[in-house]
C-alpha cells in the first residue's frame, strides 16, 4: 500500500514566509503530529510526504517532496499523492484550508480520509458547531449571538469568558476575559463568544470508517487558563471520566452532518459532575494528543485509519501513564521514551 501524508505546516504551507516569522507552536505541534503518525503508517505502507526541508521533522525512510516556493502548494501535493491508495491530512480549520486541501485532492482523483464537506463545514465553524448542539440538546457552553438578546443575558451568570476566532485551530488566538462588556467588544463577527466552563480539560478521538467507529481512550490536556494555551497532556483517564467522555462524544458525534469518517477529534471540560460535562468543538482531523494515544493502545493507528486493522482498541497502561508535550516528547510510567 502507498500513502500520502500531508501536514500543512511542514508540508509546505508557509514556504513563502521566512522561518523566522512561523509560530513556534504551530511548527512544533505540527513536526509532532507528522513525524508520529508518519512512523506508525511507514509500517504498513509505502509513504509519499511532501515537506519544507527548514521545518521538516525526523520522517521515515520513504518518498519526500520538497515543497517549491514559487508552485501553488494543492498542485504540489496532488502530483505527490498521484499513485497513492491513500491520503491522511492534517491541516487547520482556519481559513477553510483543511477543506481546501481536501477538496483538492479528491478532485485529484484521490481517496482522502476524511470526512464529507458537510460535516467539515460544521466542524470547522464553531457558530454553526454551537447551533448544532444547542438543537440537539449536546451539553456546550453558552454562545454569544448578537442577533438573540437571550444569549447575552444567560451570559451574565458566567465569571469569565472566552473569545476566539470562529474556525479557530486549538488554543490559537484565544483570549480570557474577566468582564462580560470587554468580550462583547472583542466578539466580531469572525470571533466566538462563550461563557468560561471551569473543570478539566478533556480530549477524546474516535477513528470511523463506513463499518464501525473505534473510540481511543480518553486524556487530559494541559492547558494554561491565564495564556490559553496548550502545553500536552496526559492519561488515560480513570474507568469513571472515561464513561463520561465517551457518553458526551457519541452524544455529539451523533449530532453532526454525515458522513464522519478518519480521525475525529473532541475537546470537552469535565465538570465536578457529569452534570456539568460540555462539549467544547469538533475536530475533523488528527490532534496533537495522538502522539501520547499511540503509546496507550495495542493498535498500529496509522493501521487502523488504513482500514488495515479491525475488532476492538485495546488500552495497555494505566490511568495517567502515559504524559507529552506539544512538542512531542514522550513519557511512560515517567520515564522518557525515544520517539517515534
Not at 154 to 180: A, H, M, N, W
Not at 278 to 286: D, F, G, K, S
Request: with cysteine.
Amino acid at each position: 500500500m502507498r500513502v500520502f501524508i500531508g501536514e500543512f505546516i511542514c508540508g509546505g504551507g508557509m514556504r513563502r514566509r521566512t522561518r523566522d516569522s512561523i509560530e513556534p507552536s504551530l511548527a512544533a505541534e505540527g513536526a509532532a503530529m507528522l513525524s508520529a503518525i508518519a512512523h506508525d503508517a511507514a509500517k504498513v505502507a509505502e509513504l509519499s510526504i511532501p515537506v519544507d526541508p527548514r521545518l521538516a521533522p525526523s520522517l521515515p525512510d520513504g518518498m519526500l517532496h520538497e515543497m517549491e516556493l514559487r508552485s501553488a502548494l494543492w498542485g504540489q501535493w496532488v502530483r505527490a499523492a498521484q499513485g497513492c491508495d491513500a491520503a491522511i491530512l492534517i491541516a487547520p480549520e482556519s481559513n477553510g484550508v483543511l477543506a481546501k486541501a481536501v477538496g483538492m485532492l479528491r478532485a485529484g482523483g484521490i481517496d482522502v480520509i476524511a470526512s464529507t464537506g458537510n460535516f467539515l463545514r460544521a466542524a470547522g465553524d464553531k457558530h454553526q458547531t454551537a447551533r448544532i448542539f444547542s438543537t440537539s440538546g449536546v451539553p456546550h457552553p453558552v454562545t454569544y449571538n448578537p442577533a438573540d438578546s437571550f444569549s447575552l443575558e444567560r451570559l451574565r451568570s458566567f465569571d469569565r469568558y472566552i473569545v476566539k476566532p470562529f474556525d479557530g485551530c486549538g488554543t490559537q488566538q484565544i483570549t480570557l476575559f474577566d468582564e462580560l462588556d470587554a468580550a462583547v467588544q472583542a466578539a466580531t463577527p469572525n470571533m466566538v463568544m462563550q461563557g468560561f466552563v471551569p473543570g478539566k480539560a478533556i480530549s477524546i478521538a474516535a477513528i470511523i470508517d463506513s463499518h464501525e467507529t473505534f473510540v481511543l481512550p480518553a486524556v487530559s490536556q494541559t492547558v494554561s487558563i491565564q495564556s490559553c494555551t496548550y502545553h500536552g497532556g496526559e492519561g488515560p483517564l480513570s474507568e469513571d471520566k472515561q464513561r463520561r467522555a465517551v457518553a458526551l462524544a457519541q452524544k455529539a458525534l451523533a449530532s453532526m452532518p454525515s458522513s464522519p469518517r478518519g480521525f475525529i477529534g473532541f475537546d470537552m471540560v469535565l465538570g465536578d459532575n457529569p452534570a456539568h460535562d460540555v462539549v467544547i468543538e469538533v475536530n475533523a482531523r488528527l490532534t496533537t494528543s495522538y502522539v501520547g494515544l499511540r503509546h496507550m493502545v495495542s493498535s498500529n493507528l496509522a493501521a487502523r485509519l488504513l482500514g488495515l486493522e479491525s475488532g476492538p482498541i485495546q488500552c495497555r497502561v494505566h490511568a495517567n501513564a502515559v504524559r507529552w508535550t506539544a512538542s512531542g516528547d514522550v513519557w511512560l510510567n515517567s520515564e522518557p521514551i525515544i520517539v517515534p
